[in-house]
């Protein structure tokens, strides 16, 4: 049976700061929503102003969850403690899995123009915590893209039916089966989406105006959808936004900063570790 999922709660996100005063705009993990399992946090950065970005991100440790950058414009260095290192781009992808402990920076390779993109944050089950940490890069070329008919569709993980047949993302092996794809709707366009009951799902919109499931959602909004099984996006006037989807963990949180664990207990090791120079030990 069809059930569209229609618009439960409109957000707007909140303008903050993080790293080391990198100005942004966040929704998921801030004062009025500390989380919408299996995610943790959204952040949406976008500036022309240097001063905004330019300290970036310096070194910090995270474990047990997994973090995802998408880079819309601008280029951002990446350095961790695996010894990886390498420049992300306009449309890369780092799909980064923290398991049990990885230190690492992000900082602006740029000096001035236009940074922007997302970092979602998203929950890892308890048996996977303390897993070794793991990265997907996603170079933007690899990153498939599909027309439609008034409709552009960037797929980084879950699949969609494009005109040549079902075209899949790049990110695989993820435990919460995501869906996350960056759809630009033209004046007049529509985009109609499966996504799978009791899936956790959202639409953040950060151009335009996006209808969702009907309900207007202007930029900077963000869209927490009921259950069914598929969404559908329009715009009258042209929008673009993120749609995300995830099966949730129904786990306990338990959170301190860079650290997601499922409790109090398991947070303390991870400060004591990171105090003791064990973090990066299994």
Wanted: aromatic share 8%; proline share 7%; net charge negative.
């Amino acid at each position: 049976m069809s059930r569209i999922r229609e618009v439960s709660r409109v957000i707007l996100s909140q303008v903050a700061s993080d790293g080391a005063g990198v100005k942004l705009r966040r929704s998921i993990g801030g004062s009025q929503i500390a989380d919408l399992d299996p995610f943790l946090l959204l952040d949406n950065f976008g500036t022309e102003n240097p001063d905004e970005y330019i300290a970036g991100f310096p070194w910090h440790p995270h474990r047990g969850f997994e973090t995802v950058t998408y880079m819309i414009d601008g280029l951002m260095r990446h350095k961790d403690s695996m010894g990886s290192e390498g420049v992300l781009g306009p449309g890369s992808v780092q799909w980064m899995t923290a398991g049990h402990g990885i230190i690492h920076s992000e900082m602006p390779e740029q000096e001035e123009g236009r940074m922007s993109g997302f970092q979602l944050w998203v929950n890892l089950p308890a048996k996977d915590k303390m897993c070794a940490p793991r990265y997907q890069n996603i170079d933007p070329e690899n990153v498939p893209s599909v027309k439609l008919d008034g409709v552009d569709l960037r797929i980084i993980a879950g699949s969609v039916e494009g005109p040549d047949g079902v075209v899949s993302g790049p990110v695989t092996g993820v435990a919460t089966d995501p869906v996350y794809l960056d759809v630009t709707l033209a004046p007049g366009g529509s985009f109609e989406h499966a996504i799978p009951e009791g899936h956790t799902a959202f639409v953040y919109v950060f151009d335009g105006t996006v209808a969702v499931s009907g309900k207007e959602v202007e930029q900077h909004h963000l869209a927490i959808l009921s259950d069914g099984n598929h969404v559908r996006l329009t715009s009258d006037k042209g929008g673009r936004a993120i749609l995300v989807a995830g099966r949730p963990l129904g786990e306990p949180v338990a959170r301190y900063g860079p650290f997601v664990m499922n409790t109090p207990a398991e947070i303390q090791k991870a400060v004591r570790d990171f105090q003791t120079g064990n973090f990066l030990m299994h």
